[in-house]
């Protein structure tokens, strides 16, 4: 069971690079985020997406963009990479929007940015 | 202040009950959950409650909420060497369609 999975596990980035991650599920599920995680800080949700074709805003957003083109991929791009986005980055998906709903993560990409 | 509070770190011997705490703002949080982080790879549900429960027991694993003081704690029994991990707490924002509020997560260190 793949469940989701993220490529690539780690890169690292010149100031002013762009890159692609991707994220994909094989569980059908309609909800998709991305998210970063920071040292000593918990899960901050950069994007979401609430069905193929759909993308919405989180709490930090800004330098990143996303596209679900389809149901199973949801794309996080950086367009002009900055060494304040060095992180890891998890991909989460749920079946749907229920609170009682359980949220998959992907194993997560370490992103470095000189 | 923050959504979802947690100490960073705990230390527990080997054998000995683990209790990680966490406060919460949200009162119209429906669900509550515990994730479990194992180094280098992603977050992993270890149970989780809804608002309209006291506890809930899973094996090891015991679930606390007080709703009033906005208090949910996970107590893990006969802590093993494998439970080393960080713990999130995380809470719903009802829909869910924006995801959870996580805190930012409690790195359980067991000593032998």
């Known amino acids: 069971n793949a469940g989701v999975t993220q490529t690539p596990k780690f890169r690292v980035l010149k100031t002013g690079q762009s890159m692609t991650l991707l994220c994909a599920q094989d569980?059908?599920?309609?909800?998709m985020y991305w998210y970063r995680q920071d040292p000593g800080m918990g899960l901050r949700l950069i994007h979401y997406?609430?069905?193929?074709?759909?993308?919405a805003k989180g709490e930090v957003p800004d330098g990143y963009n996303v596209s679900r083109l389809k149901k199973q991929n949801f794309l996080l791009g950086l367009e002009s990479a900055a060494p304040s986005q060095t992180s890891v980055y998890f991909c989460?998906?749920?079946?749907?929007?229920?609170?009682?709903?359980?949220?998959?993560f992907g194993q997560g990409t370490r992103l470095t940015v000189v | 202040g923050e959504d979802v509070e947690q100490s960073l770190f705990l230390s527990v011997r080997e054998g000995d009950s683990s209790v990680i705490n966490c406060t919460y703002t949200?009162?119209?949080?429906?669900?509550l959950y515990w994730y479990k982080q194992e180094p280098g790879a992603g977050l992993q549900l270890l149970t989780y409650?809804?608002?309209?429960?006291d506890m809930k027991q899973d094996q090891r694993l015991t679930v606390l909420l007080n709703k009033k003081d906005k208090h949910l704690s996970l107590r893990i029994a006969d802590t093993q060497t494998g439970d080393s991990a960080i713990y999130f707490c995380?809470?719903?924002?009802?829909?869910?369609?924006?995801?959870?509020?996580f805190g930012k997560g409690t790195h359980l260190i067991i000593q032998p």
């Open positions: 989460a998906s749920t079946e749907y929007g229920g609170a009682e709903t359980e949220a998959f």
């Open positions: 569980m059908n599920h309609e909800y």
């Open positions: 997406s609430v069905g193929e074709g759909t993308t």
């Open positions: 949200d009162s119209s949080s429906t669900y």
């Open positions: 409650i809804f608002s309209n429960m």
């Open positions: 995380a809470e719903s924002k009802g829909g869910g369609a924006d995801g959870l509020t």
